[in-house]
């Protein structure tokens, strides 16, 4: 019988792969505001509601203090980029924080 021993580098990794994921996750956020709406498709539906569902309540802080940017008849959201900045910064601290160091 094998055990498998979980170290704190081990939780580390995990915290980091963790953060790139959702990173990933924010960046197809990103891109599907900038794509107009395609045919209706049950499978593009589900994962563009899933890529919605799971980063718009992290988003929607930022929001929150963040107006959109107007720009002539059109405007910026910023809070996607100031989420993946914060995201990095913070995930690199408690990743520093569980290893150790």
Known sequence: M?????TRGDVADYLSTLVLVYLIL???RIL????PRMP?????DKL???VRDVTDP????FRRF??????GPGALDLSPMIGM?????LGGIVEGLIRGG
């Open 26 to 28: 924010i960046v197809i």
């Open 58 to 61: 992290y988003l929607n802080l």
């Open 32 to 35: 599907m505001s900038w794509i």
């Open 48 to 50: 563009l509601t899933f």
């Open 66 to 71: 963040l107006p959109p940017l107007r720009l």
């Open 2 to 6: 094998t055990l498998l021993a979980i």
């Open 85 to 89: 900045v914060v995201l990095i910064l």
């Open 40 to 44: 209706y498709n049950l499978w593009l």
